[in-house]
């Protein structure tokens, strides 16, 4: 059974950084690893939809992130591990939303569909105080 585990959010001030973290296990079972996903980071703020933040393909040669967070956001990966990292610094309090990591069996359109998605994290909440 996939199970993917945020950590490293919390309270933060406007200009602030944090470091989110999603741990992952049991890809195998499917009859897939880690590392023949594309993963990515959604976000969630309350009465909002899910918004693509990032995505990494599975070799860590194609990124992209949404347009709110470019300069500022830097995702990355480490398959031996099976972890997704998120850097996010100069955090905005518009940052502020639950977020999600997640897994898409392509990298094409990463960003633009949660529906695409096959394994959601459970969520880490980040909030930026201004």
């Known amino acids: 059974q996939v199970q993917m585990v945020e950590s490293g959010g919390g309270l933060v001030q406007a200009g602030g950084s944090l470091r989110l973290s999603c741990t992952a296990s049991?890809?195998?079972?499917?009859?897939?690893?880690?590392?023949?996903?594309?993963m990515a980071w959604f976000r969630q703020a309350p009465g909002k939809e899910h918004e693509g933040v990032s995505c990494?393909?599975?070799?860590?040669?194609?990124?992209a992130y949404g347009d709110s967070v470019k300069g500022r956001f830097t995702i990355s990966r480490d398959n031996a591990k099976k972890m997704l990292y998120l850097q996010m610094d100069n955090l905005k309090p518009e940052d502020t939303a639950m977020y999600y990591c997640?897994?898409?069996?392509?990298?094409?359109?990463?960003?633009?569909?949660?529906?695409?998605?096959?394994?959601w994290g459970q969520g880490a909440q980040v909030t930026v105080s201004s």
């Open positions: 997640a897994a898409l069996e392509a990298f094409d359109n990463c960003l633009e569909s949660s529906e695409d998605v096959v394994y």
């Open positions: 049991g890809f195998s079972d499917d009859g897939f690893d880690f590392d023949d996903y594309t």
């Open positions: 990494i393909s599975w070799s860590g040669g194609h990124i």
